[in-house]
């Protein structure tokens, strides 16, 4: 199984990005997928997850701005990111939490290989 994310890049404050994190293998089924992010010299904190059930997670430094979302028959999660703010410059992770897969028993968690989101004017 791997987490193929895109779609950071450098942005005005205000401005809008829309990442996208797309899950393949022999996948059978997805618990949980979600975006962290890491600044430099920070911890990597949770910034939205989602449930295969489509319940949404948001932490609240990014609630009212951004929204998760996920196509489960695709296994690809999306974050919208809008009003971005330079305190919303980092790294940031796909995670896919619980994978069931034909090729192993039992479960496991992936993470993609982070896109560089940069608010700057």
């Known amino acids: 199984v791997q987490l193929q994310a895109s779609g950071g890049g450098l942005v005005q404050p205000g401005g809008s990005l829309r990442l996208s994190c797309a899950a393949s293998g022999s996948i059978v089924s997805i618990s949980a997928m979600g975006w962290y992010c890491q600044a430099p010299g920070k911890q990597r904190e949770l910034v939205a997850a989602?449930?295969?059930?489509?319940?949404?997670n948001y932490a609240d430094f990014v609630k009212g701005r951004f929204t998760i979302s996920r196509d489960n028959v695709k296994n690809t999660v999306y974050l919208q990111m809008n009003s971005l703010k330079p305190e919303d410059t980092a790294v940031y992770y796909c995670n896919a939490y619980r994978v069931y897969s034909a090729d192993y028993i039992g479960q496991r968690d992936y993470w993609g290989q982070g896109t560089q989101v940069t608010v700057s004017s």
């Open positions: 989602i449930t295969s059930g489509l319940k949404t």
